[in-house]
């Protein structure tokens, strides 16, 4: 067993764990934050997509000790206190962006840096942006209109 | 260096991991150790020396993208990256790890190949530089001794008045392409072809030079027919596709055709832009 100790959603956890535990498995099973999903565990699905120091990729690709350090935002950190919704969540909510939400909070995780880094994005950019995950309910085109009330929201705050 | 020499060909090196954990959570490679470079700080620089762009092996992808002097000095290798799956799996895939993981699908071992890289192995004792174009040896085996890992990639600035292409067919945006080509054109100054470059991914069990055809080129000037003959040769006689379940090996032949058209003439055409 190796000692982790890192910051997710702004709180600190030290954790014992195997050196071969998955950074995906340890969020669901040693902290219980079971919003971050498992799809495919090779990096295609994108259900998985945690930020890592503020950036987008899968925690199924990166093991526990890896993030020993290091700051992990999942979805349950995206909403600021318990009645209010990210304007990224609120307008999922509000242009049925989500269907059987599998594949919701990766694809939240992923537009948090896209839209940070692209807060006018045409819809041609959001397309590219969600190539990385895959809704199995086939609802891109509401998940599309999401993202741009997103970025609208976002923009007049 | 020293847990690799006491573990070698049973440790594997974990770089970004975006290969190698796959494989490991579908428990097709169990390595007994990994040996992580992710807290190696001094393997993830990008920095100019000279006529070359000096490049950690464990720089991100995402690194190598958004680096201005990649873009300005070596525009190709700017243009192509993008081309490599999706923004989380760059995020923390390095460069070092695809040359070392040697797909021939893989964007960036043929990109080292058509911009004659240097890439630099190291073990306990000693440093060596391998060319690009010797390193690959065939499907996910490169040249390099299990004792010795990559450390450093040194990419020359592309020459004056040299026009690039990269291109590829995907089934869907950041899936592995079915065929994909780098071009490059330098003229000389009356605007003939000095040299030019074709270099294919999915074409064979490495990147694929075409060396043979894009000397058809030499001396003479691109037209509209030069471009068709070295297509067809490039893609009948000099690539060697195996087919996959999304393409046959005729289509990547014809994609490999149709790519290289369409990549030399952009290729050209930028070339003469920077006359």
């Given at each position: 067993m190796t000692q982790v100790t890192l910051t997710v959603n702004e709180t600190q956890y030290t954790r014992d764990v195997e050196p071969r535990m998955l950074l995906s498995d340890f969020l669901r099973h040693e902290l219980g934050l079971t919003g971050t999903h498992v799809g495919c565990e090779h990096g295609v699905c994108g259900a998985c997509t945690i930020l890592f120091d503020g950036e987008s990729m899968r925690s199924c690709l990166i093991f526990a000790v890896q993030a020993d350090g290091h700051s992990v935002t999942t979805v349950e950190?995206?909403?600021?206190?318990?009645?209010?919704?990210?304007?990224?969540?609120q307008s999922f909510w509000e242009a049925h962006g989500l269907q059987c939400g599998y594949c919701t909070p990766g694809i939240l995780m992923t537009m948090i840096p896209f839209l940070r880094d692209n807060p006018n994005p045409t819809e041609d950019e959001?397309?590219?942006?969600?190539?990385?995950?895959?809704?199995?309910?086939?609802?891109?085109?509401?998940?599309v209109d999401a993202v741009k009330l997103a970025s609208e929201k976002m923009r007049e705050k | 260096m020293d847990l690799l020499s006491q573990h070698a060909g049973e440790a594997k090196i974990l770089a970004g991991g975006q290969?190698?954990?796959?494989?490991?959570?579908?428990?097709?490679?169990?390595?007994?150790?990994?040996?992580?470079?992710?807290r190696v700080a001094e393997l993830s620089f990008i920095r100019e020396e000279g006529n070359v762009i000096r490049?950690?092996?464990?720089?991100?992808?995402?690194h190598l993208e958004f680096d201005a002097s990649i873009e300005k000095r070596i525009p190709l290798l700017h243009e192509a990256v993008p081309n490599i799956a999706h923004p989380q799996i760059r995020n923390r895939g390095t460069i070092g790890g695809s040359i070392v993981?040697?797909?021939?699908?893989?964007?960036?071992?043929?990109?080292?190949?058509?911009?004659?890289?240097?890439?630099?192995?190291?073990?306990?004792?000693?440093?060596?530089?391998?060319?690009?174009?010797?390193?690959?040896?065939?499907m996910f085996t490169t040249a390099l001794e299990s004792d010795e890992i990559l450390v450093e990639i040194e990419i020359p600035f592309m020459p004056p008045r040299t026009g690039w292409s990269f291109m590829e067919v995907a089934p869907r945006s950041g899936d592995y392409a079915m065929m994909g080509v780098a071009a490059l054109v330098t003229l000389d100054k009356e605007g003939k072809c000095n040299s030019a470059k074709l270099v294919y991914l999915n074409a064979g069990d490495g990147p694929v030079d075409a060396a043979a055809s894009t000397q058809m080129l030499a001396g003479g000037t691109l037209s509209e027919k030069s471009i068709e003959s070295v297509?067809?040769?490039?893609?009948?006689n000099e690539i060697?596709?195996?087919?996959?379940i999304h393409?046959?090996?005729?289509?990547?032949?014809?994609?490999?055709?149709v790519l290289t058209q369409k990549a030399l003439k952009q290729a050209a055409q930028r070339a003469g832009e920077s006359q």
């Open positions: 950190g995206l909403a600021p206190d318990k009645d209010n919704l990210h304007p990224l969540q959001i397309r590219h942006a969600l190539s990385g995950n895959l809704c199995r309910c086939t609802g891109y085109q509401h998940i | 290969s190698l954990v796959p494989a490991m959570n579908f428990r097709v490679v169990q390595p007994s150790l990994l040996i992580d470079l992710n490049v950690g092996a464990m720089a991100r992808e995402r993981h040697a797909d021939p699908a893989a964007e960036l071992p043929m990109l080292m190949v058509a911009l004659n890289a240097r890439l630099k192995g190291k073990n306990k004792s000693a440093e060596r530089w391998i060319d690009a174009k010797d390193f690959f040896e065939g297509a067809v040769h490039a893609s009948e060697n596709p195996f087919g996959n393409a046959s090996t005729d289509f990547q032949r014809h994609l490999a055709k």
